[in-house]
């Protein structure tokens, strides 16, 4: 069994990946399980934040043995994580699953984030955390892969073709396209989050964002950018 962790940062393309891989017959697909466990220690005011604590185990340590950890039939298991979920946590288990990088360019994602969250800081959007934990995997003798979602975008299948490999696991076509619509393992935050995705039936295709980043997040992007060029080194290319 292949229990892969996608951690991503925030204003992704997360969810597209996760929606890819619940195409594949042979895996189970599973949405953000340590949200709540984020939302209970960081105090972090998201939208619908009771519901979501409500919804779901806020005790990380319980997400981990019994979800992350638990046993299932699928042959694959995918887990849509953001980094910045990753707190007060032991790390033990990141040896028993399959570590997988997902980055963007931090300007736009920081431009969308603030769409949604006006207070944007190096926490809630885990650039520096994302590095951190690349950093740690190393150290434990893991060589995890990273994908840009700007080159996955430029050629899905080349680029997830090569993940799967990476991965262990055979490349499917299924996973480029998808019905629109939500699916049964979003989470209830999806009403808040997921627009564009549900009104997608693919990957699609990439664009240059050249809005101009407020000057208030100037030093917040400079900081990401190094962050993102360490690991942008690493990511599979188009």
Known sequence: MKRICLWSSPRNISTALMYS???????????????????????????GREEIIDSMDPDGENVISEIILGEYNSEVLFFK???HH???LRDEFLNEVVNVFLIRD??????????VIADVNMERIGVKKQFELFQKLISMKQDPPVIDSGEILK?????LTE????????FDKNMLNWKPGPIPEDG????YWYKNVHRSTGFSKYISDDSQLPEE??????????????????????
């Open 106 to 115: 931090p300007k736009d994602l920081i431009i969308s984030f603030s769409k």
């Open 188 to 191: 209830v935050w999806a009403k």
């Open 155 to 159: 050629d899905p299948e080349k680029v």
């Open 81 to 83: 994580q953001m980094t």
């Open 163 to 170: 993940l799967c490999k990476k991965i262990g696991i055979p």
């Open 86 to 88: 990753f707190i007060g």
């Open 217 to 238: 997040f100037g030093s917040l992007y400079e900081e990401c950018m190094i962050y993102y060029n360490e690991l942008q080194e690493f990511s599979i290319k188009a």
């Open 21 to 47: 891989f619940a195409q594949r017959n042979d895996t189970t697909v599973f949405d953000e399980p340590l949200y709540a466990h984020y939302l209970r220690l960081s105090g972090s005011d998201h939208p």
